[in-house]
């Protein structure tokens, strides 16, 4: 079997498919491992790296994808590349299929079987593939970094013989994955954490980290079958605004993670909520 491991192409990206370790077990599995040159740069691997282990570095990006038999990539594959492959070809990828619907049929009508990686379910089989788990917990801890770096203030609590600095607050909405460690995050750098959700039964887990749980009566509300939170109504939705404009007036950092599954991102922060933070305040939307 011939894997072909594909080098990202968007400006910015720096995250490889495949590590060398990774590449390694493939091939002791049996598996023909092909990497497109420059694979790993972006994290620090040469193409020496993958090849001692047993991979081989491809000689064009076309001739890669017209012989592979498993296609592997980060992102989604360009449209173009798509008449590439060949039928019966298995690509393996973000594929954002909720937004993607076209490039998904034209895959369907050329015969390759697609692997959508955030689609994958949240169960004990699949966790060591729950990408999403993994990126978000990553992004939560990067939110507070970028946060504490554009405040004009230190995060934690100083006291020192001139007085004391009163740590900063920070606001959370959305306890997921992302939301889980930015309360942590931000409590081990030192800041006052506050968090809602719409799930009540996260309150214990927020509690768990150090930060206060803001409660806010919605009415019945809950989550889906995979963790995520369902959608409000209007109603709530104005009750949730209301209850979290005192929370956001007094935040320094503001930090949105809030998400529904096949959905757009709820739009929770609106202007009326922006004009009543204070001055120097930062929001950060996931």
């Known amino acids: 079997m011939k894997i072909a491991v594909m080098k990202e192409t968007r400006k910015g990206e ?12 493939l091939v002791k599995l049996g598996a023909e491992v092909v990497i497109e040159s420059g694979l790993g740069q972006t994290c620090r691997f040469e193409d020496g790296d993958y090849e001692k282990v047993g991979a081989v570095v491809g000689t064009s990006r076309q001739e890669m994808l ?29 594929l954002d299929p909720f937004n993607e619907k076209e490039l998904v049929d034209r895959m369907a009508e050329a015969g390759i079987s697609a692997v959508s ?17 993994s990126q978000a917990n990553l992004g939560g801890y990067v939110s507070v970094i970028i946060g504490a770096e554009q405040l004009d203030k230190v995060l934690p609590m100083m006291t020192t013989p001139a007085g004391t600095i009163k740590p900063a607050r920070v606001f959370i909405i959305g306890v997921g994955v992302a939301g889980l460690q930015a309360i942590a995050t931000a409590r081990r750098l030192g800041a006052r954490v506050e968090a809602f959700d719409t799930r009540p ?10 930060a206060k749980f803001v409660k806010i009566d919605l009415g019945e509300t809950g989550q889906t079958k995979d963790g995520y939170a369902k959608e409000l109504t209007p109603e709530q939705v104005q009750k949730q605004k209301e209850g979290m404009a005192k929370a956001c007036s007094l935040a320094d950092i503001v930090i949105t993670t809030a998400q529904l599954f096949g959905r757009p ?22």
């Not at 490889?16 to 077990?25: G, R, S």
């Not at 039964?201 to 150090?210: N, Y």
């Open 66 to 94: 017209q012989t592979a038999d498993i296609v592997l990539r980060l992102r989604k594959p360009p449209m173009e590349e798509i008449t590439l492959m060949k039928k019966g070809c298995i690509h393996i990828s973000y």
């Open 117 to 133: 990686l955030e689609m994958l379910p949240r169960t004990t089989l699949a966790q060591k593939m729950d990408v999403l788990s």
């Open 201 to 210: 039964v996260v309150e214990e887990q927020v509690k768990s980290l150090g």
């Open 14 to 25: 720096m995250r490889v498919p495949l590590i060398p370790p990774t590449a390694d077990k």
């Open 265 to 286: 991102a709820p739009r929770i922060v609106d202007r009326a909520m922006i004009e009543q933070m204070q001055p120097g305040s930062v929001i950060i939307d996931m």
